[in-house]
């Protein structure tokens, strides 16, 4: 299995970036993909999460109404596209999968991308 994070980058505050996560090597029906992020000198916390069950999703309270996840299944990749950028969320960006389909309990995640780094400037 293996995750593939892209398209970070510096963008002011008030902009928009959308992460990619290409995935690939999955041979489990029901699993979930989640957004995490870690801010310099911060904790991990997760952003986001999608199901491919269900399509159940689920967002952190700090990015619900900015942030939204979806995937396209043909090229196998997950999304998330951030609207209206602050520069609290300045951290890198890593997308996970969870093989069991838990909505993604971060202390629980089977395969972690290296990460994508999105610095808001303000």
């Known amino acids: 299995v293996q995750l593939v994070e892209s398209g970070g980058g510096l963008v002011q505050a008030g902009g928009s970036l959308r992460l990619s996560c290409s995935t690939s090597?999955?041979?489990?029906?029901?699993?979930?993909i989640g957004w995490f992020r870690q801010a310099p000198g911060k904790g991990r916390e997760g952003v986001a999460c999608?199901?491919?069950?269900?399509?159940?999703?689920d967002y952190a309270n700090s990015v619900k109404g900015r942030f939204t996840i979806s995937s396209d299944n043909a090229k196998n990749t997950v999304y998330l596209q951030m609207t209206d950028l602050k520069p609290g969320d300045t951290a890198v960006y890593s997308c996970?999968?969870?093989?069991?389909?838990?909505?993604?309990?971060?202390?629980?995640?089977?395969?972690w991308g290296k990460g994508t780094l999105v610095t808001v400037s303000s």
């Open positions: 090597g999955f041979t489990f029906d029901d699993y979930a």
């Open positions: 999608l199901s491919y069950s269900d399509g159940r999703t």
């Open positions: 996970a999968a969870d093989l069991r389909d838990l909505l993604c309990p971060e202390d629980a995640m089977d395969y």
